[in-house]
């Protein structure tokens, strides 16, 4: 098992920033691919960016890329989401996924853990 939990959320002007931070504990050798996902009332949980353990290799919505950078730190088994120019579209539940599969990060169902989510609301 792994526990995941969130933090970093709150309330932000237009094109200000946050920072979120994911803090993975138990069985975190089944954490090979974390990925943040968010959801907005009354729509889908939709990817948004995802990290493999190595933290070579990216993966980014291209509705945030260029905006958003995620990163993680193995030794504190933390994963990042730095949030730039943020827009009131980007209002949503933002939640950490853990995965020991690496093949379709963008995908949900690569996620066998998530935590419970922190809000984020831009607005205009």
């Known amino acids: 098992q792994v526990q995941l939990v969130e933090s970093g959320g709150g309330l932000v002007q237009a094109g200000g920033s946050l920072k979120l931070s994911c803090a993975a504990s138990?069985?975190?050798?089944?954490?090979?691919?974390m990925g943040w996902f968010r959801q907005a009332p009354g729509k889908e949980r939709e990817f948004v960016a995802a990290?493999?353990?190595?933290?070579?290799?990216?993966y980014y919505a291209d509705s945030v890329k260029g905006r958003f950078t995620i990163s993680r730190d193995n030794a504190k088994n933390t994963v990042y989401l730095q949030m730039d120019s943020l827009k009131p579209e980007d209002t949503a539940v933002y939640y950490c996924?853990?995965?020991?599969?690496?093949?379709?990060?963008?995908?949900?169902?690569?996620?066998?853990?998530w935590g419970q989510g922190t809000q984020v609301t831009v607005s205009s």
């Open positions: 990290i493999i353990r190595s933290g070579d290799r990216t």
């Open positions: 138990g069985r975190t050798s089944n954490s090979n691919a």
């Open positions: 996924g853990a995965g020991r599969r690496v093949v379709a990060v963008r995908e949900r169902w690569n996620y066998d853990y």
